[in-house]
């Protein structure tokens, strides 16, 4: 068996065998002691990075913590009537300022496969404005869009009847035909109906377009992936006003919640790859708003950008990108008390006293939260709840 001696001992004997017999035998005592105390900080380490792996593996999520003194008592009431305020709501209005411009290559067209005729059609006769009594119609146009209706698919068909009417001296003549309404997508196949089927299933059902075509398919109607894309692809810019107005609710108040998570998004440059996106969510929660934000990366220019005109107050995590709202004027930053009472949470195995002591004081705010929320108090009578507690620290 091999033993290793630490480096001041070795020195010792070296110094022994030399023929120096003079040893401090204090600043080696006082260098072992510093020894020991570095190395069992360092197990402790290792023992708290171990315990916290095999809790993510093993463990469960929940951080439920019950003091020693809990009861069955209902809650009594904390506050009465009479010492509940109003607060005039401030509010600040956000109007996002910045349009995206893109840029498209002019293809031509190669035609469209007609739709299955084994699709019921919806014929809509649609006759000219002009006086047409004693002309003799020469042909008809035909529009077809395909439309939806829950569980079935169908053709709405736009039919118009064409005129010649010949001028008074018989020499010219006029074409008469009606104008076909209008159309969400004009140069496409898809009627209106079709399309919001399309939007609802994809991003609230959350069923992908390649499952979407294969129901279309067990009615006889095969569509390219690549075309219903460009569909939902240019529903998406006609609703864009509505996604502009949302930005504007959302972001209209006094008081947001803001995180960041990943996504994983397919890449269209490598095909069957994907990388790493960020969704930065902004949630308005007194009127339980989400906007959702997709950005390719985590920088604090993408929070900065959004939040350029709001103030107010705003709650986070720890994350670094948010500390520049420190310096904005009008903006009151504040953490989330979850995030802090989790590092109590965890350290309560190896401090519990300390731990215990502060999971207390938390979990009494959040009994006061649940009493205002069962109360169905609103946002302006809790801050002032918060505003008049006393403090224990």
């Not at 997508?185 to 075509?213: I, N």
């Amino acid at each position: 068996m091999i033993f290793v001696l630490p480096v001041n001992i070795l020195q010792t004997v070296s110094h022994i065998a030399s023929g120096n017999s003079f040893i401090d035998y204090k600043i080696l005592f006082e260098q072992e002691r510093s020894h020991n105390i570095e190395l069992r900080l360092q197990i402790q380490s290792l023992q708290l990075q171990l315990a916290e792996l095999k809790k993510m593996l093993f463990g469960g999520r929940a951080e439920k913590f019950v003091t020693a003194n809990a009861t069955a008592v209902s809650q009594p009431e904390l506050f009465p009537d009479d010492k509940l305020g109003q607060i005039d709501v401030v509010k600040t209005t956000l109007v996002k300022e910045y349009q995206k411009q893109q840029t498209k290559l002019t293809v031509k067209h190669p035609g469209r496969n007609p739709l299955p005729e084994s699709l019921r059609r919806e014929v809509i006769e649609l006759m000219p404005k002009e006086d047409v009594k004693g002309l003799h119609p020469v042909g008809k146009e035909i529009t077809e869009k395909l439309e939806y209706r829950p569980g079935e698919l169908f053709v709405k068909q736009y039919v118009r009847p064409e005129y010649i009417k010949p001028s008074n001296d018989g020499l010219n003549a006029s074409r008469i035909i009606a104008s076909l309404p209008a159309m969400p997508l004009e140069k496409s196949v898809a009627g209106a109906s079709l399309l919001t089927h399309l939007l609802v299933s994809k991003f609230v059902d959350h069923l992908p377009v390649y499952r979407q075509l294969a129901i279309f398919k067990r009615q006889n109607v095969n569509i390219n992936h690549s075309t219903v894309s460009g569909w939902i692809k240019d529903a998406m810019r006609l609703i864009e006003p509505v996604y502009d107005l949302h930005c504007w609710q959302v972001l209209n108040t006094n008081y947001l919640n803001v995180d960041e998570t990943t996504i994983k998004v397919l890449d269209k440059d490598k095909k069957q790859t994907t990388h790493t996106g960020y969704y930065w969510v902004y949630y308005d929660t007194q009127r339980k708003l989400a906007l959702f934000d997709y950005q390719l990366r985590r920088g604090a220019l993408y929070p900065k950008a959004m939040l350029h005109k709001f103030k107010g107050y705003l709650q986070t995590d720890g994350y670094d990108a948010y500390e520049t709202f420190d310096k904005v004027e009008g903006v009151t930053p504040f953490c989330c008390w979850a995030h802090a009472r989790r590092k109590f949470y965890e350290a309560k195995d190896y401090d519990k006293a300390n731990a215990n002591a502060v999971l207390s004081l938390i979990q009494d705010l959040y009994k006061i939260e649940s009493y205002c929320r069962d109360e169905n108090f609103t946002p302006e009578q809790i801050k002032t709840i918060g505003m008049n507690m006393p403090y224990p620290y």
